[in-house]
């Protein structure tokens, strides 16, 4: 496994996001060596969740979005949950935010509903990607070519559809950060 213990990733989140896929790539991560940052809202816990039908575990951010420095950062992970990215992509720092890592060529991993993000910061056009299979309309619309994978990489973009596409998806992220240079 590579040594990414001069990289830092930060995670969006808020609450209801899906438990598996907010943990495990965040666990792969630090596994690694990297420095991992969860930025929501406020700071207060988050509530996790398992499939949207039961309570997961909860994670208290590391702070506000406002408070994020994309120069920092290496990488960002944006994990579904149906009410997470769809309250995220209402917060404008949330888009900005996205919308920076992808104009500086930063790696941008999201999974399942997490791409409703991707659409509203308007950086999809173009691109070949994957989501849970009720936003692949909205992903179309917004012109990216959507297929039906367990992980499509982009050029900096990394997508998957599940919580059991984990396994390729966080594989590609690491592979993903093994390349980036170390100054972010």
Not at 30 to 41: P, Q, R, T, W, Y
Not at 95 to 118: D, N, Q, Y
Request: aromatic residues 4%; contains cysteine.
């Amino acid at each position: 496994m590579a040594d990414l213990s001069t990289r830092r990733v930060l995670i969006l989140a808020t609450n209801q996001f899906e438990e598996s896929e907010l943990f495990k790539p965040r666990q792969a991560l630090l596994d690694a060596g990297a420095e991992v940052e969860l930025a929501s809202i406020d700071t207060d816990p988050i509530q996790g969740v398992v499939h949207d039908e039961e309570d997961g575990e909860q994670i208290t951010p590391d702070m506000t979005l406002d408070e994020v420095d994309t120069h920092r950062y290496h990488a960002l992970v944006i994990p579904g949950g149906v009410a997470n990215p769809d309250t995220m992509r209402l917060q404008k720092r949330a888009i900005a935010i996205v919308r920076e890592f992808m104009e500086e060529g930063k790696t941008v991993a999201s999974i399942c509903h997490g791409p409703w993000l991707l659409v509203e910061a308007d950086v999809v056009k173009g691109k070949r990607m994957t989501s849970w299979p009720s936003v692949r309309t909205d992903l179309r619309n917004a012109g990216a070519e959507v297929v039906d994978e367990e992980v499509v990489v982009d050029g900096n973009l990394i997508t998957s559809r599940n919580p059991d596409d984990l396994p390729a998806f966080n594989d590609a992220l690491l592979k993903a950060l093994d390349k980036v240079p170390e100054a972010a």
